[in-house]
């Protein structure tokens, strides 16, 4: 095997066992929630989030709680609590953290509230929501993603969260009313049939404006037969595909 | 000509407006090559005005076009990502590049005939001229039958017919070399025709932006083009979608469905929906949109005219309110055709300020849908007309007594378009002479849209509008009585920027102190009239550096901005034209003479003169035409007839006539900064025919004086053919600085003052040629 060793032997072996090491280290940790990534959680919710202004301590608990890593494919687990969204294939994405706690405090949630998430994705947002309230209704669109994310929720302990495959622009009619709705996609409209389901004082959050542009992370706030829209922030969401018109 | 269309269905007017006026330096360039070839090798002129050369020049010319246009419809070449992507800036400065090689290719056989005939410039310069008019007018009958990628090979094509005349008796007959030459050519010719008809034209299919609201639509499932139409005024391809979802200023209390909807894009953007209506249930959601509140406002509704710009909705609007005459008016005929067999309303082919400008009734309700580009910023270059002071004067002038007009517009944030039309609508109220312009005025909007009401009699019961928004959950802007506590309710901003704003406004005019409101103004929201008809333009550059934080210090926010984009282009134009023209002194040899500078201020001012009354004439002739492609192929078609003329009649001319034709051309200018507009107006009211013989024929006299001044120049003013090519070169560099700068003069200080600078240029050029008769 010599044969095989270049010069400079030894510095090379230290390379390569240490680069085993950290191979070993990151499939050790996905099978479970390490230090590591515990420490990670609490700098990403420390530095990314409450510094940008989020005050929600149930909000803020949650965040700590969920194991995103867990809801992104091994291979991007090492970036899984960075500052940006990351790719969950199919064309979608995971949001950035900051606004996964941002849509999630807007929606002013407690307890008891019923919430219904509009593209279910990686599942992550519906298992911080499942953190803070008790009912999560998720739909998802995209049958690979639908089914993986079922499975991940299950792994991860958030097998309560109940998940749909089907077009979300048309709600979740049977387990309607909602305290709060979330789109988790771009769409120029606001869906008529998600205001429909929202109760007296429900809330409804969604980035609303041109799908393959920027948009503005929006509001809008049921009261009685009234509607109030309330523009946040402006954001940048992957395009919502659902038969709006049907 | 073509060109501007490729890019005005791939780009926008102001990014494409980047890539041609550097390509355009190509002209300039040859005269610059030739110049520094003379330094060189003496009696070039003579020895490449024989056939071969001219053959082979030819040849080329055919070749690069074919190329270029395969390249650049091909290349990624991505504006909006060059502040972050190196690789951008390489396919930028490729374009450039291979644009440019045609122009430099063609501008050589002009240089090159102007050296070696220069006794019969007079010719040369008629022969050029009438050329490029017949290439200003074909594509106007072609466009039609073919694609606009189609039409540019096709025309690339044709010189090469040149290659296969017969010489002349003295001429020597055709050798080996002029063979290989015609077999090139029939070979280029081949791959032309194979790449303009194979697949059905698939290979020359102008590819948009994939900003542009076309391309975004295609990506959703099931969405496909049913028809695409080329015309002049524009290609339209028509679009079927399940996804297509057009209501704007929908309240959010309407939860019932849409009517079936389909869209038609013109040139790749600006949606215009047509809507599938059967039965009134299907004009139910019209009731409960932002825009119905004129409706509301107006006592009687028996004659409607609706304008659509872009949108669709308009119409609907005038139909679920049940106007017992609906007139609208559309200015591309193929989209005039498609609405009147969609509705049942009377459809009028016809640009709106012509109509206006012709027409005797008068309507209970004027109703104008101005959406703007899908991005905005986009359009800050393009000509509106229907937006001015003027304009809001003309449908005041319309309205029956009692009568109501009616804006539809999204909201943009900061408010700009908002006030810049409140501040329109006061002004016309103003002449129209209401005492009171304040109490005709309301606005409301929701999230994303505005209406504005401007009625011909105050509006003194305001409850109606304020049911309507309270029921519909709308916000109330402006109102003749409206407190600060009634507003931004439901539709909710941080702070109520647009009441704020208008009251503000209000308070102005009331004080007389509106201009210093324009003028502390974050953006340019000053009313538009119609010398300089830019309603879609905001930048101020004293405010850039706040403008560019506001955007989040993103470079590619100021691309958006079409002013920027024109500066930018201008500063590099500078400096090819320093280089092209820099560089041949450089090359001549020290002892040896160098171009003179009172050539050189010459040939700078009669090519400034030229371009700045070509682009002149090219604005003025939108406002009556409605169309910049009309506009550019009837300037384009008469200055270069007549100027052809002037070169040909030039050739019996001497030095006297050169100077009283510069003398002729300043006053004449100075006589249309005067009394243009009137005439513009005049002309809109007449026959289609009789407007277009008219503005052909006011061009006949510019054009003869224009075509004297550069033949006579070339023939009798300068002595060597390096002078003649360097003359060229400062020439075309003038011509591509004047059409950079004079897009930014019409924007920042109206269209009338480029003629202004027209006779300056010649002006100019009289005391060059003075100078050069004085040596």
């Known amino acids: 095997m010599n044969g095989f060793l270049l010069p400079g032997t030894n510095t090379k072996i230290f390379v390569f066992t240490i680069l085993l090491s950290v191979l070993f280290y990151s499939g050790a940790a996905t099978s479970s929630d390490s230090d590591h990534y515990q420490s990670e959680r609490e700098k990403m919710v420390t530095e990314q989030i409450e510094k940008r202004g989020i005050t929600d301590q149930k909000v803020l608990e949650a965040m700590r709680k969920t194991p995103r890593h867990l809801f992104v494919s091994q291979a991007l687990r090492g970036r899984a609590y960075g500052d940006y969204p990351l790719a969950i294939g199919e064309g979608q994405t995971i949001s950035q953290p900051y606004i996964v706690a941002l849509m999630t405090e807007s929606l002013r949630l407690s307890e008891n509230d019923r919430v219904l998430e509009i593209g279910t994705g990686s599942g992550y947002q519906a298992a911080v929501l499942a953190e803070i309230v008790d009912e999560v209704y998720s739909i998802e669109i995209k049958e690979k993603l639908y089914e993986n994310s079922l499975e991940v929720l299950q792994e991860a302990g958030y097998g309560e969260v109940k998940t749909r495959l089907g077009d979300g622009y048309f709600g979740w009619e049977e387990a309607a009313p909602f305290d709060a709705v979330m789109i988790t996609a771009a769409v120029d409209h606001i869906p008529p049939p998600l205001l429909s389901q929202l109760k007296d004082g429900g809330r409804l959050i969604l980035p609303l404006g041109n799908p393959f542009s920027y948009q503005n992370l929006t509001l809008v706030t049921r009261q009685g037969e009234d509607y109030s829209v309330k523009q946040v922030t402006g954001v940048l969401f992957v395009p919502m595909t659902g038969r709006a018109l049907q | ?775």
């Open chain 2, 1 to 775: 000509m073509l060109l501007t269309r490729v890019f005005a269905i791939g780009q926008w007017n102001h990014l494409s407006f980047m890539v041609i006026s550097i390509a355009l330096f190509g002209f300039g360039a040859s005269g610059t090559f030739l110049s520094i070839l003379d330094t060189r090798r003496k009696g070039w002129e003579k020895r490449l005005s024989t056939l071969e050369p001219l053959k082979i020049i030819v040849l080329l010319y055919s070749l690069t076009v074919v190329a270029a246009f395969m390249v650049l419809n091909k290349l990624p070449l991505d504006y909006f990502r060059l502040p972050i992507e190196p690789l951008q800036a390489v396919y930028l400065l490729l374009s450039y590049l291979i644009l440019s090689v045609p122009f430099f290719l063609t501008g050589s056989v002009i240089s090159i005939a102007f050296a070696a005939f220069y006794k019969s410039a007079g010719m040369v310069y008629f022969f050029t001229m009438s050329g490029s008019a017949l290439g200003a007018i074909m594509p106007l009958l072609l466009i039609p039958f073919f694609e606009e990628g189609q039409l540019v090979i096709l025309f690339a094509l044709m010189p090469l017919v040149f290659l296969f005349v017969p010489p002349g008796k003295d001429m020597e007959p055709v050798n080996a070399k002029g063979i290989l030459l015609m077999g090139a050519a029939l070979a280029i010719a081949a791959i032309g025709f194979y790449i303009v008809f194979a697949d059905n034209g698939r290979q020359v299919k102008i590819v948009p932006s994939p900003y542009k609201a076309l391309s975004q639509m295609l990506k959703f499932p099931d969405t496909n083009i049913d028809r695409s139409v080329s015309g002049i005024r524009g290609r339209i391809d028509i679009v079927d979608s399940p996804y297509i979802r057009f209501a704007p200023g929908l309240s959010l209390k309407y939860h019932e469905r849409l009517p079936k909807q389909w869209a038609v894009y013109q040139d790749a953007d600006s949606p215009y929906i047509i809507y599938d209506i059967a039965s009134s249930e299907d004009m139910e959601f019209a009731k409960h949109s932002l825009s119905f509140a004129g409706y509301m406002m107006a006592p009687q509704l028996s004659d409607v005219l609706v304008l659509q710009n872009t949108g669709g909705a308009a119409i609907v609007y005038a139909m679920a309110a049940e106007a017992e005459n609906i007139t609208l008016v559309e200015p591309h005929p193929e989209l005039a055709k498609i609405v009147s067999e969609s509705y049942f309303v009377d459809v009028v082919n016809s640009n709106p300020r012509e109509f206006l400008a012709q027409c005797r009734q008068k309507y209970s309700v004027i109703h104008l849908e101005s959406l703007g580009p899908s991005i905005p910023g986009t359009a800050a270059l393009n000509q509106e007309y229907s937006l001015t002071v003027n304009a809001f004067i003309n449908y005041l002038s319309r309205l029956q007594d009692n009568g109501v007009i009616i804006i539809s517009g999204k909201l943009l944030l900061p408010p700009a378009n908002t006030i810049r039309l409140y501040a329109a609508a006061y002004e016309a109220l103003q002449y129209a002479g209401k005492k009171k312009p304040e109490d005709h005025m309301a606005m409301l909007r929701n999230w994303d849209n505005f209406t504005l009401i401007i009625s011909d009699t105050p509006i003194k019961d305001s409850e109606p509008l304020t049911h309507f928004a309270q029921s519909m959950n709308f916000d109330l802007v402006y109102l003749p009585t409206l407190e600060k506590k009634q507003v931004n309710r439901f539709n909710q901003f941080e702070y109520p920027y647009y009441y704020e704003a208008l009251q503000s406004l209000r308070d102005a005019y009331l004080a007389g102190t509106e201009s210093r409101f324009f003028k502390q103004y974050v953006l340019d929201i000053a009313p538009q009239w119609d010398n300089r008809p830019y309603p879609n333009r905001f930048m101020k550059w004293s405010q850039l550096s706040e403008l560019y934080q506001s955007t989040g210090s993103r470079f590619y926010g100021l691309l958006l901005s079409g002013e920027v984009v024109v500066t930018v282009v201008f500063v590099e134009a500078l400096f090819v034209a320093f280089f092209l023209l820099g560089l041949p002194i450089i090359f001549i040899s020290r002892g040896k003479p160098k171009p003179r500078a009172h050539h050189l201020v010459f040939f700078l001012g009669i090519g400034a003169g030229f371009m700045f009354t070509e682009l002149y004439f090219i604005k003025q002739y939108i406002f009556l035409f409605g169309s910049p492609t009309i506009s550019f192929t009837v300037v384009l078609s008469a200055i270069m007839i007549f100027s052809g003329i002037g070169g040909f009649i030039s050739q019996k001319l001497n030095q006297t006539h050169l100077k009283w034709a510069l003398i002729c051309l300043s006053c004449l200018f100075i006589g249309f900064y005067l009394g243009f507009s009137i005439i513009l107006e005049t002309l809109l009211g007449l026959s289609t025919v009789s407007r277009y013989v008219t503005a052909f024929l006011i061009l006949l006299p510019v054009g003869l004086l224009m075509g004297i001044p550069f033949s006579i120049g070339m023939r009798l003013l300068l002595e060597t053919p390096m002078d003649r090519a360097y003359a060229w070169a400062t020439n075309g560099c003038a011509s591509v600085l004047t059409s950079i700068a004079s897009a930014q003069v019409a924007i920042s200080q109206g269209i009338p003052l480029i003629i202004i600078l027209a006779a300056v240029a010649y002006f100019l050029a009289l005391l060059g040629f003075v100078k050069v008769r004085g040596s």
